[in-house]
C-alpha cells in the first residue's frame, strides 16, 4: 500500500512538467506502458460501470487510455525522435505477454487501482525499458522536498529519474485519484467480496505525454508485438 501512495505523489511530481499543464517547452513528462489487450480493458470498463453506479467518475470514462506503466520520468523535449526509435527497437524484440488482473487495491489518499498480477516477464519488460530509454532522460530532474521522508527512495530517483523501477516496480491500471465520494467504501466491500479478475496479454509498447495524475493526455507512439 505505502509503495503505491509513494509512486503516485513521485507520479505527480515528474507529471507536473507536462506540457498539458503549461511546462517549460524544452522539458515533458513521458509514460513509457505497457498496452493492455481487450480482455483487460474490458475489466477497467466494467469497473467504471460500477463506480459510475456509485457516482464516481473514472480516468477510463473521461476518454483517457488504459494503460500500466513501465517507466515513467521527465525527458528534455529534443530526445523525442531518440526514444522512439530506441522504444521502437525493444519492441521488435518482444512477443506477447500474459497480463492478468486480480482484484483491488485503494490507496490511504483515495487512489483506486486494478492489480496487476506482478509476472517475472512483466517485471522484465520494465526493465528492459528502464534500462533502454534511462540515458535519454532529463538528469537535472531534482527530487521533489517531501523525498526527505524517504531516503532510501533517493538512490534510484537519482540514478534513473524514478523510484519505481527494478525491485519498486508495482505494475497497476489506476482508476481514480483522491477520490472524495464515500461511496468508494461501498466499492471497496463488493470487491472485497467478488474481485475484479481478468486475464489478458500486453500487446506491446506505448509513449505518451502525461497529466499531473500520471494519465495519458497524448499517445506518441505505440509498437505492438509480433503474436509469437
Known amino acids: 500500500m505505502m509503495r503505491r501512495a509513494f509512486f503516485w505523489g513521485i507520479s505527480a511530481a515528474l507529471a507536473a512538467s507536462s506540457p498539458a499543464l503549461a511546462a517549460p517547452a524544452d522539458k515533458v513528462s513521458i509514460d513509457i506502458y505497457a498496452i493492455p489487450s481487450r480482455p483487460i480493458v474490458a475489466a477497467v470498463d466494467q469497473a467504471s460501470a460500477d463506480l459510475a453506479q456509485l457516482g464516481m467518475t473514472t480516468f477510463r470514462q473521461r476518454g483517457q487510455a488504459v494503460h500500466a506503466t513501465l517507466y515513467l520520468t521527465q525527458y528534455p523535449a529534443s530526445a523525442l525522435p531518440r526514444l522512439k526509435a530506441t522504444i521502437a527497437r525493444l519492441a521488435r524484440g518482444h512477443k506477447r505477454l500474459p ?55 533517493l538512490p534510484a530517483f537519482q540514478r534513473y529519474g524514478s523510484p519505481n523501477v527494478f525491485m519498486q516496480f508495482d505494475p497497476h491500471l489506476t482508476l481514480l485519484a483522491n477520490e472524495a465520494n464515500p461511496a468508494l467504501a461501498t466499492y471497496m466491500a463488493k470487491t472485497g467480496q467478488q474481485p475484479p479478475r481478468a486475464q489478458g496479454q500486453v500487446d506491446g509498447i506505448g509513449i505518451a505525454l502525461v497529466d499531473a495524475n ?15
Open 214 to 228: 500520471g494519465q495519458i493526455v497524448r499517445t506518441l507512439a505505440e509498437y505492438h508485438f509480433r503474436s509469437r
Open 99 to 153: 497480463l492478468a488482473i486480480d482484484g483491488t487495491e485503494r490507496t490511504p489518499t483515495n487512489w483506486l487501482f486494478l492489480r496487476v498480477v506482478h509476472t517475472p516477464a512483466l517485471q522484465r519488460l520494465a526493465d528492459e525499458v528502464t534500462l533502454a530509454a534511462e540515458p535519454l532522460r532529463d538528469h537535472d530532474l531534482a527530487p521533489p522536498a517531501w523525498m526527505k521522508d524517504y531516503p532510501a527512495k
